[in-house]
């Protein structure tokens, strides 16, 4: 594997001030960013370096931010690294110096900024007797491995699936297709996707132990944990064996079997929630439509199903991230399938991962309509709050997936369409 340098971990651009800012300007800038220091340049060459550090000692000495300006505080000629200096190298420079951010400068010229938290994220295991790292929330630019599946390129805002781009998949392609090729690594066509699609059909069909249980989840817990927990029954009713050496078709077997019955699942607890009987599936809709069908009692609109079906594509895989980590942890211990993907889904569910999508949902039903919409994120960004479900923390960019779901939802309409563009609007503008 290819030595990994201060290019691969750096934030750029990075946050900039000149030397005649107030240091209240910068600090605000600092806090709407989320960042802990911002480096000061002149023209595009770095002159000085502004951390929160510098921000607690000249309020101890009772400087007024308004007046007090970035020069006075700042500390001048900072030392920086290159793009391409090794990270055990830059490690190295911050720990000597007792520093937490450096400036990243190729021919003079300031390209952006490491911390200490970049190379936290991305350190390997020490020898004993080196310092201990800390793991930060959610998993944040962790790396515990390479894979095939998936890839993010977030200074790109692109990811794929088997080298294929995603987006393009979900514009052309059924959901079905795209399962097939993560599971096993081709799109299918003709003969092909009728066989998969006949295959899985069936799987969707819960056994009577799985449905008895339901009601009760229903009752007494949230949908995910719900799903979590009847995902842990359908899998122990099989008498699931450990995955170490276990042949590769019964894992395909079980991998179909547990993953075609999640809309079923999902369907009938919502159902069940609401005081109505679960409906059984359809042999004959897609996976998509499928589960749309079970959760009304209706069958769907082709435009609403395909919406759902492109939606399910954009989140089939997003490179290796907490809960496909934890999965792999479990399998790497030779567990049984059902055992990892049961903990994929205790991941899945937190605030810091799958559970940002309850955090948008609460966003809107707080702010109401669209015309409150700009005074609510000024109000939570001068509060220096998180607006959670509002872009994503890799991309540096448009996140891809967020601007085609944009187009499928105003081509679908409605009042939570029109907010949530709305308040996308509103957050983007008010961190640029």
């Not at 595009?44 to 000495?61: C, F, K, Q, S, Y």
């Not at 201990?132 to 390129?153: F, M, Q, S």
């Not at 990892?340 to 799958?354: E, N, T």
């Not at 609460?362 to 479900?389: F, N, Q």
Request: hydrophobic share 45%.
């Amino acid at each position: 594997m290819a030595t990994r340098t201060v290019a691969d971990v750096m934030t750029t651009p990075a946050l900039t001030a000149t030397e005649d800012e107030a240091l209240a300007v910068a600090a605000k800038r600092m806090n709407a960013s989320g960042v802990g220091s911002v480096v000061v340049v002149e023209g595009n060459r770095p002159v000085g370096i502004l951390t929160e550090r510098d921000l607690l000692r000249a309020a101890a000495d009772t400087a007024d931010p308004l007046r007090a300006t970035v020069r006075e505080w700042m500390t001048p000629d900072p030392d920086c690294v290159t793009p391409d200096t090794v990270l055990d190298d830059a490690w190295r420079q911050l720990g000597e110096h007792g520093y937490r951010h450096i400036p990243v400068v190729a021919g003079g010229e300031f390209k952006g900024i490491v911390s200490m938290r970049d190379l936290v994220a991305v350190a390997a295991l020490r020898p004993a007797g080196e310092p201990a790292l800390v793991a930060p929330p959610g998993l944040k630019g962790v790396i515990v491995a390479e894979t095939a599946l998936g890839d993010v390129r977030g200074t790109e805002g692109f990811y794929h699936y088997r080298q294929y781009s995603a987006t393009e998949l979900a514009e052309r392609r059924a959901f079905e297709d795209v399962w097939h090729l993560m599971l096993f690594g081709d799109l299918p066509s003709g003969a092909d996707r009728d066989a998969f699609a006949a295959e899985v059909a069936p799987l969707r069909l819960l056994p009577s132990g799985v449905r008895d249980v339901l009601p009760a989840l229903a009752a007494a817990t949230t949908p995910m944990a719900g799903l979590r927990t009847a995902m842990s029954h359908l899998a122990a009713l099989s008498s699931p064996e450990p995955s170490l050496h276990a042949p590769s078709d019964r894992l395909r077997r079980e991998a179909l079997r547990l993953t075609a019955a999640v809309p079923t699942i999902v369907a009938a607890l919502h159902r069940l929630r609401l005081g109505e009987e679960p409906v059984a599936p359809r042999a004959d809709l897609g996976h998509a439509a499928g589960y749309l069908y079970m959760l009304t009692g209706q069958e769907p609109s082709p435009a609403l199903a395909r919406a759902l079906e492109q939606y399910l594509i954009l989140a089939l895989d997003h490179g290796f991230n907490a809960s496909t980590f934890t999965s792999r942890v479990v399998t790497s211990t030779g567990a049984d399938l059902g055992g990892a993907i049961v903990a994929a889904l205790s991941a899945l569910s937190g605030p810091l991962h799958g559970g940002a999508i309850d955090r948008a949902l609460e966003t809107l039903d707080a702010i109401g309509t669209p015309d409150r919409a700009a005074a609510w994120v000024r109000d939570a960004v001068e509060r220096g709050e998180t607006i959670m479900g509002f872009g994503h923390p890799v991309y540096r960019t448009a996140d891809p997936r967020s601007v085609m779901l944009r187009s499928i939802a105003r081509s679908l309409g409605g009042p939570r369409a029109e907010l949530a563009v709305r308040v996308e609007t509103e957050v983007e503008r008010s961190l640029a």
